[in-house]
């Protein structure tokens, strides 16, 4: 606390990321990065845009940028918002697109900055339970909202939800803007950019972070009607003209032109996660179905905090969310290549050999 905070910034409850520790040789799979790393193409563009040229501001607009993402989903660059990680698209997205005269509604659990933005805008929010096996039903979004926004697969259980469910939510609240998070659809889930021809209501929410390896580059983006992309475009030019450096676009129009490459590494990823799934439940653990690259596991006999302490005395970190009451139980684990998977596995057998 400080006499120099305005009663605002007392109020905040900041969004804790997973951390990023500095220990050598870890097995670090508490963040969802991608293990493959960025398109090689993208890396190309970065050193070539690291030039005398960022002398000069970037374009504020993206229209480079914007174009190779509307190319890619058959869509026009007005359908296109771009952001400083998708974290940033979505703050702009709740501050211009979520109203205050009725709750928003998400799940109780899924990514956890949606309450936090909404505490920072000042927007009532009211979570709607997930079923017992963690399933989101669409006809639990009921009555006036502010908005809805889901993540699909949802953050924390992996969870895919199908497109008619989201065509439901869309048609049910035609007046309210519903957002769909796809940070981790390219793992295996069906994506809503196809519906936003049909529905003025619907904005996906993308990110470079996960599948296309490039959390450190820091890009994600929006797609919808042009009246929303307008409005995400005035929130932002009221705050950050230039939210992406020269490096941000140059590397993530490359990588979203390289499409071989994310479809290469997606399935890598998608493999391992599958066959990781198959050998964690043969030594009886409970683990949801993942549709994301990560999954979210259960141990029988092991309380959850004490077995991330031994995993990460063993060098591999995964999340495990203490405070989240339907989550203390389960640790969340980012899918990595095929020897990330052995040296868990491996000290998973050795956690339960020392325990006899
Ligand atoms: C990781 C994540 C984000 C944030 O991604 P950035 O683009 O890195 O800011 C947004 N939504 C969900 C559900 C995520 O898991």
């Not at 007392?10 to 398109?39: D, M, R, W």
């Not at 050193?47 to 501001?57: F, V």
């Not at 035609?174 to 209501?201: C, S």
């Not at 939210?243 to 071989?260: C, F, K, M, Q, V």
């Amino acid at each position: 606390m400080s006499r120099f905070w305005n009663s605002r910034v007392h109020k905040l409850e900041p969004y804790v990321p997973g951390e990023q520790p500095k220990i050598a040789n870890l097995t670090k799979l508490n963040t969802n990065e991608s293990p493959y790393g960025p398109s090689p193409c993208a890396l190309e563009a970065i050193r070539n845009a690291a030039s005398d040229t960022l002398r000069l501001y970037p374009d504020p607009t993206s229209s480079s940028l914007r174009q190779a993402i509307a190319e890619r989903f058959d869509i026009t660059s007005e359908n296109v918002f771009t952001g400083n990680g998708s974290d940033e698209v979505l703050a702009h997205t709740f501050r211009a697109l979520f109203h205050d005269d009725a709750p928003v509604l998400f799940s109780d659990i899924t990514y956890g900055f949606y309450p936090i933005y909404c505490r920072l805008f000042n927007l009532p929010y009211r979570t709607v339970p997930l079923r017992e096996d963690f399933a989101l039903h669409q006809e639990d979004y009921v009555g006036p909202c502010g908005g809805i926004i889901l993540a699909n697969p949802n953050a924390n259980t992996g969870m895919a939800l199908p497109l008619e469910a989201i065509e439901s939510l869309l048609s049910r609240h035609p007046d309210r803007t519903v957002v769909v998070d796809e940070a981790y659809v390219e793992f295996g889930a069906q994506t809503a950019i196809p519906l936003i021809k049909r529905y003025d209501n619907l904005l996906v929410v993308r990110t470079f972070s996960k599948s296309s390896g490039l959390a450190g580059l820091r890009v994600g983006y929006a797609v919808g009607s042009p009246e929303l992309i307008e409005g995400l475009t005035r929130v932002k030019d009221s705050f950050n003209s230039y939210p992406l450096s020269r490096l941000s676009l140059a590397g993530a129009e490359a990588s979203i032109r390289d499409h071989e490459w994310l479809e290469q590494t997606t399935h890598a990823i998608m493999q391992t996660r599958d066959t990781l799934i198959e050998q964690l439940r043969i030594r009886g653990l409970t683990v949801l179905p993942s549709k994301a690259n990560f999954i979210l596991v259960h141990h029988p006999r092991f309380e959850a905090g004490a077995l991330a302490t031994a995993l990460r005395d063993r060098a591999i970190i995964v999340r495990h969310q203490s405070s989240s009451p339907r989550l203390k139980d389960w640790l969340r684990i980012t899918i990595g290549t095929n020897d990330d998977s052995q040296r868990l596995l491996e000290a998973l057998d050795d956690i339960e050999k020392k325990s006899h």
